[in-house]
């Protein structure tokens, strides 16, 4: 472990901290711990410094921990499992293991990460990934399938996460296709997945999952949207981002397996229990267009239905935005 991991964990506990206690526990100088600590604030860690007291993070804070993972995953994830990488900061976990599976990352290779500075979400938008709030995780997953059957892949996840999100006791989330989780219209978690490879031959999909668990308002002043964190639905404070990640991984990697062996179809009741847009007014805007109708659930490929002025018609996820008015 580095020496910022080592000055963050200390600082984990949320008490102040002087930097000469830091720098004797580390085994360096007073000025060493203060240029560290520099760097971390640069890279967007509010760390707060009274002179005669020291240094201390906003609040305690469970860092995230790749044993701690791994422990927290039941025996079969464990053993299916690839590496589990923990950063620091990012820009974007999913970029990571893109390159990283171009580097050869086995399939089930998994990157969280305490911050991004570009997360990074559907349609170009940003992700907004402060320090040690949330959730960030991405999976690598290889397909001998290829990309073009990989459309479903998102609804998958999203059911995943939901499955995820019952065993925290929420079981009021809903799903927006194609890759939205929703508390009463707030957002609670994204799906984005980065697909490289062949359309119809070997390739890797990159799924990763934004979760909000306990966002700053001063954090989340950049969202432009509704949304909501599990600490608001739970009222628990004593959420473990590791234990959370374990739990969602438990959930994705079997469901993805047998999203790969049998496709949507084990999946389309679920979906259709949880979809929050099937019978409801929508806009779908297309690049080009914009088509209102009647969401009316999605077919075995993933694509949405939309019952339109003209008939019915199917949209599969690309870009295409959704919104629903009634
Ligand atoms: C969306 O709802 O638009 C998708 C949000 C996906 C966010 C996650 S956070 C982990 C991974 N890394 C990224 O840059 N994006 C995804």
Known sequence: MDIRNHLLKRLSDGKFHSGEALGEALGVTRMAVWKHLKA????????EVVRGKGYCLPGPVEL???QRIRSGLGAGTRARLGPVEVLLEVD????????????GAPTGAVCVAEQQHAGRGRQGRTWVSPFG???YLSLLWRSRAGAAALGGLSLVAGIAVLRSLKE?????????WPNDILVNGAKLAGILIDVTGESSGPCAAIIGIGLNVCMSRSAAAGIDRSWVDLHTLT???DLSRNRLAAGLLDKLLPAIEL??????QPFMEEWRQHDIVDGRQIELHLPNEVIQGRGCGIDPAGALLVETSTGRRRFASGE??????S
């Open 133 to 135: 709030e949330n959730l």
């Open 168 to 176: 925290q006791g929420i079981h009021q989330a809903g799903l927006k």
């Open 64 to 66: 995230l921990d790749g």
């Open 320 to 325: 295409v935005s959704l919104r629903v008015s």
């Open 40 to 47: 971390l604030r640069e890279t967007g860690i509010s760390l």
């Open 259 to 264: 999203f790969e062996s049998q496709g949507m």
């Open 92 to 103: 974007s976990t999913n970029n990571r293991l893109r390159e990283q599976a171009l580097n």
């Open 235 to 237: 009222g628990r404070a």
